[in-house]
């Protein structure tokens, strides 16, 4: 009984490993440019194609492969911000509301165009990254397969050195700056577009390694960016939206949730329950779990 219980805990602990590297780039991006950035699921889906074109189709060496896709997937991020977020924001559409629901629109229309110019590319259907043999790890029962744990290490180690460069450095001070109050930021000579942009890159590239890891396990599919991309927004509301702490809070409920959902009823049931859930704490607590914090710190 312990085993199972055990098993079922890393498996949510696997699962939130993949949505907090999402949500902590969606509530950084949304933190710093309050853009609702649903692109980032379009983001994710050619963080693993580039991989793929990289490793498979230009049959480069893996790790080179990995590190192309990460300067591509970083370079796409920026021109998301230049090409299409800052001209939206140079635009008067109204209050502050208006300006949101616009970027909100906008960055929906994104993601599908980027999922269907991948389908265009690459296909509508599987594609792999490549096949590896490996022996799952076993810890007294506990079954653990090498590439999640090693998502897991890079999740933790991304984020922590996120939460040491937002803390330490002096761009991390400049985000931080930015979204307790862009305005007042940006009179003591801090450089708001230079912060969008370094946002939208950092957070562009934490996608990287589930997307890469994710198409070696499994298979890289064009319309998988809708699903994360909602996910990764359900974790970052559900910590509170602009709160790493929370992004992180948020995905590992929703992960242990899913896997609890998979394994006593059916797969099937896991979008219901995860935004159930969403649901329900945004009633209870519409801030979400680090939300008042978050106002005063990341």
Known sequence: MLVEFLQLLVNGLVQSAVFALLAVGFTLIF???????????????????????????????LW?????????????????????????????????LSKELVGLVTSLALLIL???????LWGSGGLSLGSFNYTPFNFGGVTVAPLD???????IGLITSLSVFLRRSVAG????????????????????????VIAMVLGSLLVV??????????????????YLALTAFAAA???????????????????????????????????TVVFGILLVIVIIRPAGIFGRRAQQRV
């Open 31 to 61: 933190g710093v440019t309050r853009t609702f950035h649903l692109a980032h699921g379009g983001v994710y889906v050619w963080a693993g194609y580039t991989g793929y074109f990289f490793y498979q189709q230009l049959a480069l060496p």
């Open 64 to 96: 080179l492969s990995i590190l192309l896709a990460c300067c591509a997937t970083m370079l796409i991020g920026w021109l998301i911000e230049a090409l299409v977020y800052r001209p939206l924001r140079s635009i008067d559409s109204g209050t502050q």
């Open 114 to 120: 980027m999922q269907n110019f991948a389908q265009i």
């Open 149 to 155: 744990m090693v998502n897991g290490i890079l999740a």
């Open 173 to 196: 001070q400049s985000l931080l700056a930015a979204m307790d109050d862009p305005m007042t930021a940006e009179v003591l000579g801090v450089n708001i577009n230079k912060t969008y």
């Open 209 to 226: 390694p589930p997307a890469i890891i994710y198409g070696i396990e499994y298979q890289l599919l064009p319309d998988s960016g809708t």
């Open 237 to 271: 509301l559900l910590g509170g939206l602009g709160s790493v702490r929370g992004a992180v809070a948020g995905s590992i409920v929703l992960g242990i949730a899913s896997a609890l959902t998979v394994s006593f009823t059916s797969s099937r049931w896991t979008t």
